[in-house]
């Protein structure tokens, strides 16, 4: 059906302008999934609510200690969810007859990826809500790069691991894990590479995300990255759940994050599962990410909840510019390059344009961080 602009009324054109802006990133990237378009997974139930739960005695030695771990977990879903307790907090997300993902982070290697003490919390929490071992998949892009990080060590008999790739490569066209029927096309190709081809420039959605299950849990990591400024729970599934994805941030100065980033994760494919953001910063980066730089890295010792990844990533990015100012360095957005950052410019915009498609409150005044520190 096609649409006569000269005979709208002004109101009748604000309202169809209205309409296209909350449909997508028409204008950044072109989306196409046949996912249906229910009420969005994205911002969820508390939009603009981050809860920040710090604990002094979470890490000891570089270990994660699972007892003041799991204290930390009851406390971020009960604030989150208000509910009365682990269990209800839980089953006000999910219930039996759910096929959970836990999408991890593991780019940043062992030694700046989530410890198993958080991800078997989270597995417990499913587990009281009634989802079975048997409907949990835990997954990632790469299977390489998540066995080098260890999580395959950490997986429980009966909890499924899957990935989308075998490893990572320069070209990342590959497609025995991705579904032809949701991708995001963008008028953006690595050199060499044939525009009129529209396989170059769509990046599709892993199968797991599309096929597999109904509901995601994000399970990301606090840290910097080059091109994006920071890789939280935007960027984990941006970058983790489509292919054809190095295109976004080729040289110094070939970086598109900016938009990529939202328009990947407006695919309502991704969208709409998204049901809970727990970012594990007990460790973080505040530069040379995305990879995990011990001279870069700090125990921040906190483990934030949202079901607003954009909230999340905008407390996120502040958590990250207050250690960099701490240490005597520029903000993330007015950061020049060196030895450990080469990019010309952090594209933390994309936060703001994730806001602006309406993923999240990017908004400081409607942003409502409720911190607590635990014994």
Same mark, same amino acid.
């Given at each position: 059906?096609?649409?006569?602009?000269?005979?709208?009324?002004?109101?009748?054109? *604000?309202?169809?302008? *209205?309409?296209?802006?909350?449909?997508?990133?028409?204008?950044?990237?072109?989306?196409?999934?046949?996912?249906?378009?229910?009420?969005?997974?994205?911002?969820?139930?508390?939009? /603009?609510?981050?809860?920040?739960?710090?604990? /002094?005695? +979470?890490?000891?030695?570089?270990?994660?200690?699972?007892?003041?771990?799991?204290?930390?977990?009851?406390?971020?879903?009960?604030?989150?969810?208000?509910?009365?307790?682990?269990?209800?907090?839980?089953?006000?997300?999910?219930?039996?007859?759910?096929?959970?993902?836990?999408?991890?982070?593991?780019?940043?290697?062992? =030694?700046? +990826?989530?410890?198993?003490?958080?991800?078997?919390?989270?597995? !417990?929490?499913?587990?009281?809500?009634?989802?079975?071992?048997?409907?949990?998949?835990?997954?990632?892009?790469?299977?390489?790069?998540?066995?080098?990080?260890?999580?395959?060590?950490?997986?429980?008999?009966?909890?499924?691991?899957?990935?989308?790739?075998?490893?990572?490569?320069?070209?990342?066209?590959?497609?025995?894990?991705?579904? $032809?029927?949701?991708?995001?096309?963008?008028?953006?190709?690595?050199?060499?590479?044939?525009?009129? !081809?529209?396989?170059?420039?769509?990046?599709?959605? +892993?199968?797991?995300?599309?096929?597999?299950?109904?509901?995601?849990? =994000?399970?990301?990591?606090?840290?910097?990255?080059?091109?994006?400024?920071?890789?939280?729970?935007?960027? =984990?599934?941006?970058?983790?759940?489509?292919?054809?994805?190095?295109?976004?941030?080729?040289?110094?100065?070939?970086?598109?994050?900016?938009?990529?980033?939202?328009?990947?994760?407006?695919? $309502?494919?991704?969208?709409?599962?998204?049901?809970?953001?727990? +970012?594990? @910063?007990?460790?973080?980066?505040?530069? /040379?990410?995305?990879?995990?730089? $011990?001279?870069?890295?700090?125990?921040?010792?906190?483990?934030?909840?949202?079901?607003?990844?954009?909230?999340?990533?905008?407390?996120?990015?502040?958590?990250?510019?207050?250690?960099?100012?701490?240490?005597?360095?520029?903000?993330?957005?007015?950061?020049?390059?060196?030895? @450990?950052?080469?990019?010309? =410019?952090?594209?933390?915009?994309?936060?703001?344009?994730?806001?602006?498609?309406?993923?999240?409150?990017?908004?400081?005044?409607?942003? !409502?961080?409720?911190?607590?520190?635990?014994?």
């Amino acid at each position: 059906m096609s649409t006569n602009w000269k005979t709208m009324s002004s109101r009748t054109r *604000r309202e169809f302008l *209205r309409a296209a802006a909350l449909a997508g990133p028409v204008a950044l990237g072109q989306r196409h999934s046949q996912a249906a378009t229910t009420k969005p997974g994205m911002p969820g139930p508390f939009p /603009g609510r981050v809860v920040a739960v710090a604990h /002094g005695g +979470c890490i000891a030695n570089n270990t994660y200690q699972p007892q003041p771990i799991r204290q930390m977990l009851e406390k971020g879903m009960a604030a989150l969810t208000g509910a009365p307790s682990w269990t209800d907090a839980w089953r006000s997300f999910f219930e039996k007859g759910d096929v959970v993902g836990i999408k991890v982070s593991p780019v940043g290697g062992a =030694n700046l +990826c989530s410890d198993a003490s958080v991800l078997h919390g989270i597995m !417990d929490g499913l587990g009281e809500a009634g989802v079975p071992a048997s409907d949990i998949i835990v997954f990632n892009r790469y299977r390489q790069e998540t066995y080098a990080a260890g999580i395959d060590k950490w997986i429980p008999p009966g909890v499924h691991f899957e990935f989308a790739s075998e490893a990572y490569n320069e070209i990342q066209l590959d497609m025995d894990g991705y579904d $032809p029927d949701h991708f995001m096309e963008m008028a953006l190709i690595k050199p060499g590479e044939n525009l009129a !081809d529209p396989h170059y420039r769509r990046s599709y959605v +892993c199968k797991i995300v599309t096929r597999r299950i109904n509901k995601f849990i =994000n399970l990301p990591v606090l840290k910097h990255h080059q091109s994006a400024g920071v890789t939280i729970a935007l960027k =984990n599934m941006s970058h983790g759940m489509v292919n054809n994805v190095n295109r976004s941030h080729l040289t110094p100065t070939l970086n598109a994050c900016g938009v990529f980033i939202p328009s990947v994760v407006s695919l $309502p494919a991704i969208r709409e599962k998204a049901v809970l953001h727990i +970012c594990d @910063a007990v460790k973080a980066s505040y530069h /040379g990410g995305p990879s995990g730089r $011990p001279k870069y890295m700090w125990e921040h010792k906190t483990i934030y909840f949202s079901t607003d990844p954009v909230a999340l990533d905008k407390t996120g990015l502040k958590a990250i510019d207050e250690k960099r100012a701490a240490v005597g360095m520029a903000s993330i957005a007015t950061s020049k390059p060196d030895d @450990a950052s080469h990019f010309l =410019n952090c594209q933390v915009e994309h936060i703001e344009i994730a806001g602006q498609l309406g993923l999240g409150v990017f908004d400081d005044k409607k942003i !409502d961080v409720k911190r607590f520190t635990l014994a």
